[in-house]
């Protein structure tokens, strides 16, 4: 490495020996004379001479800083995650570039700010959204009525944001045009459509229920895809997999028929006799179909015919539109056992039970699952996509960071002259034999080493060899089959806990647990002294273990001292279950199978984020559609299944 020279402290750049300038026409005007650096092969007798290290003239100083300010750009805009796409020259085919409006239009679309401000404004019409309170027969109230004049405000906000776009991209007519991205079409629909409810709401006041219409408005949670990259991978994927589902859809379909006409003719009519008294009329309580297989047992009830049916006569199979719905209830594995076992009270139990295993293991765990598989293939698939296209963009993004060093060679190498040999010669030759004087008068004193730097010295080798050993020691196997040995001996103490156990357990228990506490403490402090910290720290399966050995120690003081209550000493013991996981370290196969779950965490998340975008937008629509609708008797409380509120029609659609 060059040292500084003169006193300014220049900093030293040499550049590698494949860089050849590339021959120009000419000089570039306004370039400073310097001096050209000679590059030589790796093979030449001249590459080690003294004259090649140097240092590079102010220009070529200049060239190499702006292609590294260049890089950085380029990586900084990468790290955004935005490649500025081309605009086309005119926009609704009168807006050119350069007209004041589409700059501004352009300048605000592309801020990054403005975007951030378009999603909180999407997760504050939600929460809006959320707080509405529907109620029976249109009533309202204060709170409604203020969120009614608040989604105005949403309303001119994204119309804005759609209006600008527009101008910014075009419409329709070219590439990357604003409606030719399907967000930005999803957007555009639902803005028009509450375009079309506000204006009908005005103008028609009572005459036209616009319900329907502001019903779209639950939609626009969508738009948070968009904002949100690892959402758009998953969504893309569903989208990509649509064709593959429909294929599946129609194998469930031609399933589910041929079950449902299986069922027809078995069990058509079968599940409509009950128990019912003689005298009054009366049904039993909680009805079932008897026959061959449930008879009434209670005085005055016979089994008699003409009852509905279970499930206020919906599940039955008397025809192929019931059936059908029969049969897709046992598919989802919604109620099938109840199904089977009516069947079965009505006909007896015999064969029935083969018509329902083979449904549930065709229809349920075999056909329905080929949809994860589909989902599964076509993630993969845009996953690669994805990535193929990042490698792309850092192969482009090299080659033109070394097309624009190569211009920078180009012009550098006609703007500057060659220094005179002999200056450089003369100033080189003096710092050389400056150098060699200053090694010489260096090397003629005495080496003396003070007492307690050879005793530093000396403790340092100790320190390293015995580091040594038990680096050794930790990564033998006879180590590895200590440590399983004494989990496996841990999670078996943990095993013979038992309600009312003797005291004698209780003291062997905690007695055991004080000496597997102070082995793995001896194992996590071997660890840190063998491989250091910052090594020790580098892997996860060290930091679960130190996190375990440390919750360990602190449920063993709290015992003693009782400082907190029973209840959290007896969640803070729970940590010692956690022991267990110590054996994935050590146990290969296992250890990749962790592994590979904590790598698909993110992807998990992302489908598990998305998937709760949808169950909100169901929930807001359900609240929008069947709020307040039901309140069938007054004098009874209302289902638990209902969209009365946002979090009662949240839990409704999750089950």
Not at 55 to 71: D, F, N
Not at 255 to 278: D, P, Q, R, W
């Amino acid at each position: 490495m060059a040292e500084p020279q003169g006193p300014e402290h220049e900093t030293l750049v040499t550049v590698p020996a494949s860089v050849q300038p590339i021959p120009s026409a000419g000089p570039l005007p306004g370039a400073s004379a310097a001096v050209i650096v000679p590059t030589e092969a790796p093979g030449n007798p001249a590459a080690g001479d003294p004259e090649k290290d140097k240092p590079l003239s102010s220009a070529w100083q200049t060239a190499l800083s702006a292609t590294a300010m260049s890089t950085n750009k380029r990586r900084v805009q990468a790290r955004r995650g935005k490649v500025v796409p081309d605009r086309p020259q005119r926009a609704l085919f009168c807006l050119t570039l350069k007209n004041p409006l589409r700059k501004l239009c352009i300048d605000i679309v592309e801020w990054k700010p403005f975007e951030y401000l378009i999603l909180l404004t999407i997760f504050a019409n939600c929460v809006a959204l959320a707080v509405y309170t529907p109620y029976p027969f249109a009533d309202s109230n204060s709170t409604n009525q203020t969120l009614e004049r608040i989604e105005y405000a949403f309303l001119i906000i994204f119309t804005a944001e759609c209006f600008m776009k527009i101008i910014a991209c075009g419409f329709v007519m070219h590439q990357g045009a604003y409606l030719r991205n399907t967000w930005n079409f999803l957007d555009f629909t639902i803005v028009v459509i509450g375009l079309i409810s506000t204006g009908l709401s005005f103008v028609a006041k009572e005459g036209f229920d616009v319900k329907a219409l502001r019903a779209f408005r639950v939609l626009r949670p969508l738009r948070l895809v968009s904002g949100v990259p690892s959402l758009q991978v998953v969504m893309n994927s569903i989208l990509r997999a649509m064709v593959p589902l429909l294929h599946i859809a129609l194998l469930v379909l031609f399933v589910i028929i041929i079950y449902a006409i299986i069922g027809l003719e078995l069990f058509s009519g079968k599940m409509h006799s009950t128990c019912i008294h003689n005298i009054t009329g009366e049904l039993m309580e909680n009805p079932v179909p008897c026959g061959g297989g449930f008879s009434c047992e209670d005085p005055g009830y016979n089994c008699t015919g003409g009852w509905e049916g279970p499930n206020h006569g919906i599940t039955n199979f008397d025809n192929f539109g019931l059936a059908m719905l029969t049969v897709f209830q046992c598919i989802t594995l919604e109620g099938w056992t109840q199904t089977m076992y009516n069947i079965e009270d009505a006909m007896g139990n015999s064969w029935q039970w083969i018509y329902f295993i083979s449904m549930v293991i065709i229809g349920a765990f075999f056909v329905m699952n080929l949809i994860l598989g589909v989902l599964s293939g076509e993630f993969s698939k845009e996953r690669e996509k994805a990535k193929a296209r990042g490698d792309f963009h850092k192969l482009r993004e090299k080659q033109q960071i070394e097309e624009d060093l190569r211009g920078y060679l180009d012009w550098i190498t006609q703007a500057e002259d060659i220094e005179p040999d002999g200056e450089d010669k003369g100033k080189g030759g003096g710092e050389l034999e400056t150098s060699e004087k200053g090694e010489e008068a260096e090397g003629s004193l005495p080496q003396r080493m003070p007492w307690f730097q050879s005793k530093k010295r000396a403790c340092e080798r100790l320190n390293r060899r015995m580091r040594r050993c038990c680096r050794k020691a930790v990564k033998s196997q006879a180590f590895y089959w200590l440590i399983i040995v004494l989990v496996f001996l841990n999670t078996c103490i943990l095993a013979t806990e038992y309600h009312s156990q003797p005291d004698w357990l209780d003291h062997f228990q905690e007695v055991t647990n004080q000496f597997f506490v102070v082995l793995f403490t001896l194992e996590m402090l071997l660890k840190m002294f063998s491989l250091g910290f910052q090594g020790y720290f580098v892997s996860l399966f060290n930091r679960f273990d130190c996190f375990v050995v440390i919750s360990s120690i602190l449920e063993m003081v709290l015992t003693k001292t009782d400082i907190i209550p029973p209840l959290g000493l007896s969640v803070l013991r729970c940590v010692r279950l956690l022991r267990v996981f110590k054996v994935t370290k050590y146990w290969r196969s296992l250890s990749n199978l962790v592994a590979s779950l904590l790598n698909s965490i993110q992807s998990i998340a992302s489908l598990l984020l998305l998937l709760f975008l949808f169950i909100v937008i169901f929930a807001l629509l359900g609240m929008q559609v069947f709020g307040g609708k039901f309140n069938f008797d007054r004098s009874q409380d209302k289902p638990r299944q209902n969209f009365d509120s946002f979090w009662q029609s949240l839990l409704t659609v999750f089950q």
